[in-house]
């Protein structure tokens, strides 16, 4: 990060070398807006770390509407401020104050840890600034801590996984077993699939969590042997979620206990599970191989640019930039018109490479819940769980 | 509970026990007979596993990456000793805490830069890659099994080099007075190099061991330092078998732990150390 810290110094310095000339004149203080002057968008993400993966897929894909766009948003160029956040939520507060009160940026994105998230969320709060979030699931934010500057284009965890208890007794699986990590996400989640799963007419007869990041899982594997329900339900991500499912695999229980969860367990981890992984069913908001020419164009010109596949971070990353395109263009780059760019952005429906959302008010994606299945490397689309799925926002006042 | 299900838990806890021990025996060495607080132990760790997972990329066999994962290590461990830590030994322990927690970040930024930050599986070996079953539903993998078993012998050999070899009997003697041993026209910059080495070989040995039952992702190594540190201080620092002991121990009451009282399974081992530390202030094995 020295290159951007440098880059921050040396604005800071011109700065206040011009701070003389500018404090006689009337621009200082009020906001003239000059058409074609750069639009400051920070960029508030995990860039190293384990969700350092998940920070530079939204970062790119982010970057790359931009530049579809020629690299002005509504006639106003974009330039980024890029702040690490290191997943950190003791430096949240203070890594969000320095973005919006020193770096002056008109617009804040971020970021993909929840508590991190909840940081960022009370400085939005407090100073009013425009926020997008492009991952973070808490759903607090668009909860109890909704506000109408605060805006999110990727989810809440309750929303990844309500659709799974529909499907799990669909297929016949009327008890299962429920394991996963025991902290703030585990818990949102667990909570989404329990109202799920028990509206539908299913039981959990096993509730197993382990403390968070442990990854030591035999012994509650063998519980769950020892309870036998029709099927597993589980939320676990990253590095945990493929030790899970390769040792529920190893354990002989994938064949007797088949395992079900949300997207995360199988999302960019594909490659390492490897053959423990196949067949297994999980809910999300995107797929591999929808039949969608939005997704098709997306994927086509993110690989291109960064020789990468893109992931659903960043399809959130994409989205959140094509969001803060349509507040743009309704106040004709003027960000400090903040009602009339609000207003905008609230209730529209965006052209995601997901599929079409509409913008809950509560300000959070009411979207499909895609069923997918792990075949190959990839997660195949298989049906709709659930159309056009909106989180409660339980606690939101503008909901 | 089910007597079946109880002998599989007590199964799953001596593996996980086993396991431990691996972890550990190297940061018992380094800490006990070097007295240097080694905080990287865990990037060691994960340096293994990454390793595996290479080597079993550029050669399919297993068990040859593994041997050449482990003269890697070595050298790694000696180059460490030589630029770094000889200059620590007679320092207070606040700089060698410094100075290792300095490595595990130029550790973590050089995994970034060389692996990058995706997670990764290493295959389990051919021939291993099956599972034995052991209830109508419920199969153990064989490969679990491979791992106790290596562990085991780990233990002993470590035991038998200490207590009953020549290298062994310097080793110990360095442990108690560096200028006595010294001034016998012992080499002891070149021992303690070995026992660096060593250490950092055993903890890169047991990431790459763990690397087909875990995954590589980033930051694993700080996963396992923390209980290595508990298994170390519960065993009497500088005890192999008391780190075994306690090792076993930890695993078994990490196991039951989760499966009889969910709600502090994260505080299970800690207050376990705490009851022991209560009771005998240096470790099982610890000498006052």
Known sequence: MSILDSRITRRRFIQSAGGLALAASPFATTHVFAQGAPLRVGLMLPYTGTFASLGNAITNAFKLYVAENGGKLAGRTIEYVVLDDESDPAKAVDNASRLVNRDKVDVLVGTVHSGVQMGMVKVSRESGVLSIIPNAGAGAATGPLCAPNIFRTSFTNWQTIHALGKVMVERGHKTAAWISWKYAAGEEMFGGFKEGYEKAGGKIVKELWLPFPNVEFQALLTEIAAARPSATACFFAGGGAVKFVKDYDAAGLKAKIPLFGNGFLTDGTLQAQGAAAQGVYTTLHYADSLDLERDREFRLNYAKTYKLQPDVYAVQGYDAAQLLHIGLKAVKGDVKATKAMIAAMEGVTIDSPRGKWKMSRSHNPIQDSYLRQVVGEQNKYVSVAWKALEDPARGCRMA | ?288
């Open chain 2, 1 to 288: 509970m089910d007597p079946v299900i109880f002998l599989i838990q007590v199964l799953n806890g001596v593996q996980y026990g086993l396991l431990l021990f691996l972890v550990a025996s190297g940061l018992t060495l380094i800490f006990g007979i070097m007295g240097i607080i080694n905080l990287a132990h865990g990037s060691f760790y994960m340096i293994g596993a990454y390793l595996a997972f290479s080597l079993t990329r550029l050669h399919g066999n297993f068990w040859v990456a593994l041997a050449a994962g482990v003269v890697i290590a070595v050298a790694i461990g000696a180059a460490l000793e030589w630029l770094v830590m000889r200059f620590l030994y007679r320092r207070d322990h606040l700089y060698q805490v410094l100075l290792t927690y300095g490595l595990i970040l130029i550790f973590e930024e050089l995994r970034s830069l060389v692996w990058g930050d995706d997670v990764h599986g290493v295959a389990v070996p051919q021939g291993l890659d099956f599972s034995i079953p052991l209830t109508d539903n419920l199969s153990y993998q064989t490969y679990r099994l491979v791992i106790s078993a290596i562990c085991l012998a780990i233990a002993f050999g470590m035991y038998w080099m200490i207590q009953r070899t020549r290298l062994g009997m310097m080793i110990r003697a360095g442990a108690v007075n560096r200028e006595m041993v010294q001034s016998l026209g012992i080499d002891i910059g070149l021992l303690y190099r070995l026992v660096f080495a060593l250490g950092v070989a055993l903890a890169a040995l047991a990431g790459m061991l763990a690397a087909p039952v875990s995954s590589v992702f980033p930051g694993m190594g700080n996963q396992v330092l923390i209980i290595s540190f508990v298994v170390v201080v519960i065993g009497g620092i500088g005890s192999v078998k008391g780190a075994l002991v306690a090792a076993l121990a930890i695993g078994l009451a990490d196991t039951f732990g989760k499966v009889l009282v969910p709600q502090i399974a994260g505080m299970v081992v800690y207050l376990l150390m705490a009851a022991i530390l209560l009771w005998r202030p240096q470790g099982i094995f610890g000498r006052t």
